[in-house]
Antibody, heavy 116, light 107 residues
Framework: EVKLVESGGGLVQPGRSLKLSCAAS????????MGWVRQAPGKGLEWIGE????????NYTPSLKDKFTISRDNAQNTLYLQMSKLGSEDTAIYYC?????????WGQGVMVTVSS | DIQMTQSPPVLSASVGDRVTLSCKAS??????LDWYQQKHGEAPKLLIY???NLQTGIPSRFSGSGSGTDYTLTISSLQPEDVATYYC?????????FGAGTKLELK
């Protein structure tokens, strides 16, 4: 069974950094692109970016490119999202998803709240 | 960036109705479009990929069509469990983008 489990969320002060993790199981992690999507409270979905199998290609939405870094550890079957200079606009549920073009499996999401 | 415009924003329909949701891209996206269903409090779920391919396990009452800039998700006979918000998503060119969603309610 494919499973994606995000962790690392919580309450963080404005301007600080936070690193999210996504633990993958039930499939060959190093065979797939992986991605991150977020959803602000009461809002729609926003594509953050994607990383290919060997980390040689990483794509971001332009507005987050200087703040967020996507990485992966294929030995640990884990995807990461490093977030820096966080602001209130980054308050959202963050989802990781398997991305063979489309997002066929999603994690349950992890909440990040940016507030003083 | 490619803008995805979904209409209507809210749709009320009765059980058994045929329902059509629309998604319009600001430029040709070459059928590189998916549809996702998100029920309240849950993660999104893939329904349709590459315009008209039904994801495994999704009921056959869901179907997708379209080309160029105009795409449609159709539910042939609405069921109570279909109450959700539906998002289209283009991956033709970066940055990839979602539509704002259509919230489907029961009348």
């Amino acid at each position: 069974e494919v499973k994606l489990v995000e962790s690392g969320g919580g309450l963080v002060q404005p301007g600080r950094s936070l690193k999210l993790s996504c633990a993958a199981s039930g499939f060959s992690f190093n065979d797939y692109w992986m991605g991150w999507v977020r959803q602000a409270p009461g809002k729609g979905l926003e594509w953050i970016g994607e990383i290919n199998q060997d980390s040689s290609t990483i794509n971001y939405t332009p507005s987050l490119k200087d703040k967020f870094t996507i990485s992966r550890d294929n030995a640990q079957n884990t995807l990461y999202l490093q977030m820096s200079k966080l602001g209130s606009e980054d308050t959202a549920i963050y989802y990781c998803a398997r991305a063979p073009g489309y997002f066929d499996y999603w994690g349950q999401g992890v909440m990040v709240t940016v507030s003083s | 960036d490619i803008q995805m415009t979904q209409s209507p924003p809210v749709l009320s329909a009765s059980v058994g109705d045929r329902v059509t949701l629309s998604c319009k891209a600001s430029q040709n996206i070459n059928k590189n479009l998916d549809w996702y269903q998100q029920k309240h409090g849950e993660a999104p779920k893939l329904l349709i990929y590459y315009t008209n391919n039904l994801q495994t396990g999704i009921p056959s009452r869901f179907s997708g069509s379209g080309s160029g800039t105009d795409y449609t998700l159709t539910i042939s006979s609405l069921q109570p469990e279909d109450v959700a918000t539906y998002y289209c998503y283009q991956y033709n060119s970066g940055p990839y983008t979602f539509g704002a969603g259509t919230k489907l309610e029961l009348k």
